[in-house]
């Protein structure tokens, strides 16, 4: 599933491409249910010879502002979310399509916008503002007001493990489960621990590590999309953790320990997270 690297990953191959400033010329929606708003005949008129202005991202939702079209009351936010297995990239018109390609946008330069995505959980929207679709959500990571201490009002009162917590968009945005388990095993932190149990040492620990993880992370898929381009990977290994209990511990051999929180597979080290 794209964690927060995948949609940063993504964003950075769609400006490489160079999509910013290309217009759309048409919309070929091939599943319905995956246009939100408003409806998928309104969301291909909608896009219809609009330029692309900007490749924004904000949490895991890419967001696209448009200009031109006519009436100029159209709405200018286009906005993708990719779901479980959604890929968003920039092919020639020319090259056969990928067979789960859903939805492809044609664009004025003989390229093409291909929505690929398995299966179909992506979500994509025409709206006026984003405040009609995204949800409420933490800073992001990289932002100066990503501190210990807004962490730890969200923590607070909450017994929760601190894995779980690390999952809601409104605490971290962008972390999943792979980056959650993989920044409480640079923390030292285990991830059954009650969130509001947390000193503030070790928040400053688990902060500083949510940084250390992505800032990892978009270095290999950087370093990938140099190595691949035109054709960069959509998903690498880029955490530390083996997430398998017959592999040993990078720091201690320990043999890792697999368990689950609220039903998603988690992995730590039963000796360095405590
Ligand atoms: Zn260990």
């Known amino acids: 599933m794209p964690e927060l690297p995948e949609v940063e990953n993504t964003r950075r191959n769609l ?7 290309s217009t759309i010329t048409g919309a070929n929606i091939t ?8 409806s998928a005949a309104e969301l291909a008129k909608g896009l219809k010879d609009r330029t692309i202005q900007d490749i924004q991202r904000r949490g895991k939702y890419l967001i696209f502002p448009l200009s031109g079209g006519d009436p100029a009351s159209l709405p200018s936010t286009f906005i993708v979310h990719l779901g479980m297995t959604g890929r968003l990239y920039v092919q020639p018109q020319s090259q056969k399509p990928h067979p789960m390609t859903r939805h492809s946008f044609p664009l004025d330069d003989g390229r093409e916008l291909r929505f690929e995505d398995g299966r179909k959980f992506g979500k994509l929207w025409l709206v006026d503002s984003t405040d009609e679709v995204l949800p409420a959500m933490s800073p992001e990571p990289f932002d100066d007001d990503f501190t210990v201490e807004t962490l730890a009002e969200s923590f607070v009162g909450r017994k929760a493990p601190v894995k779980a917590l690390l999952l809601e968009q409104s605490i971290v945005c962008g972390l999943g489960n792979l980056y959650a388990d993989e920044s409480l095993f640079l923390a ?20 500083q590590a949510i940084i250390d993880a992505l800032t990892a992370a978009y270095g290999v898929y950087d370093r990938s999309r140099d190595q691949h381009w035109p054709d960069p990977p959509a998903a690498l290994t880029t955490w530390s953790h083996p997430r398998d209990t017959k592999a040993g511990c990078p720091n201690c051999g320990t043999n890792m320990t697999g368990i689950r929180v609220r039903a998603r597979g988690t992995y730590f080290c039963s000796k360095c997270q405590v």
């Not at 599943?31 to 408003?38: D, E, G, I, Q």
């Not at 030292?188 to 902060?207: F, K, V």
């Open 15 to 21: 400006v490489r491409a160079g999509l910013s400033g």
């Open 31 to 38: 599943w319905a249910n995956t246009v939100k708003k408003p």
């Open 188 to 207: 030292g932190i285990h991830p059954e621990r009650p969130a509001s149990g947390l000193s503030t040492d070790e928040l400053a620990r688990l902060r």
